[in-house]
């Protein structure tokens, strides 16, 4: 029984920029960092494949941000609000 070895995702980027340079073949690289040639090329095609998710990634923060900064005024106004409620009854009672 094999061990499956995991690789962290800045290794298998360094991995696959070697791949897209093609200074090596993909079975010099896999060589060096020891693994199959067959994982180079898979990483490299899911690289291809899913690239644009990293743009994608920055326009949802982006736009998290933008709902996180609309809360925040929100919860401001209505410590204000309270502050001055309280402060009201306070007055009143």
């Given at each position: ?39 180079v090329a898979n ?24 709902k996180m900064e609309?809360?925040?005024k929100i919860i ?18």
């Open positions: 029984m094999s061990a499956h070895r995991k690789f962290n995702p800045q290794l298998k980027f360094k991995i696959v920029l070697e791949a897209i340079k093609r200074e090596k073949s993909h079975t010099e690289i896999a060589r060096q960092y020891g693994i199959h040639p067959q994982m990483w490299k095609r899911e690289f291809f494949q899913k690239g644009s998710a990293v743009f994608e990634r920055d326009q949802k923060k982006e736009v998290a941000c933008k609309e809360l925040e401001g106004q209505q410590t204000i609000e309270i502050q001055l409620l309280k402060k009201f009854l306070g007055h009143a009672s």
